[in-house]
């Protein structure tokens, strides 16, 4: 099933939606990270919430959402541009068999928050307590409150039990009230896909994007505004690491060249290992001690 992002309105409640399909990008992401089924589940459902969450941003904005849990799973971190580009990875990619249940691995009440940022500045932050013990739903309270937007979002994946671990459906569906928006009706809606038995129908089988919002059983047809193809897409790069290694204090890439003869940075992200050599390391350095970082 093709990855689609869709955004629109219901123009007669005001309200507007963005729904998609994320199975692939999920799909990337799990052996990037070597994530177990516990662990991939939850960054899945993470990475579909910030696609659907993309909808705030315009331009060169970027949200960064993190959801801080007292169980194995601790920090699950993600960010996404307004073109639907996500990446973003879990504290702990290995979860079983320490634990066996997704409630088990959340652990209790923690905390979430979201940044919108700018390529030179930091814009809204928002942190709210993460009591639903759901990734979803934590951070549609987030929104609702921190934000001050009514916000209903869901999500569900279909992951079949064989290795390797990959989603083939993972559907997600944010709704909120626009100003003026009717809020009687919204909160009727919101009841309807707040309820177990939708999350279910969604877990239930792959669904597409159109089919998400037929079941909403809003008495009008969705508009939709615009569609774009989500996707795991990461910025790291050599010359962005490198810059990082430039920057270093003299003293500790003497002390790479010395006793590791190198060195390979991870990207927390996507995964990617960037090596370097000693030579590459001596150079690094020279220009470092010559003020030319």
Known sequence: MTDRLIRGIFPQHQFRFAVCQAASLCEEA??????????GWLLSEALTCAALTSIHLKDEEKLTLRWMYPGPVGTILVDTTPRGEVRGFPQRLRLLPETRTLSEAIGGDGRV??????????GHTGITPAMFRDVARDLAFLFSLSFQVETALAVGLVVPPREPIAPVSAVGLLLQPLPGGDLEAFDAVRQRIERPAFREW????????DEVLARLDVPEAPHPTEEVQPAYVCFCSRDKVEAVLRMLDPVELTDMIEKQGGAEVNCHFCADAYVFSKVELQG??????????
Do not use: F, V, Y
């Open 30 to 39: 799990m052996p990037r990270h070597k994530a177990d089924l516990l662990s």
């Open 113 to 122: 928050t979201a940044t919108t940022s700018l390529p030179n500045r930091m």
């Open 202 to 209: 969604l877990e239930s089988a792959p669904r597409a994007p």
């Open 284 to 293: 690094l350095l020279r220009q470092s001690q010559s003020g030319h970082a």
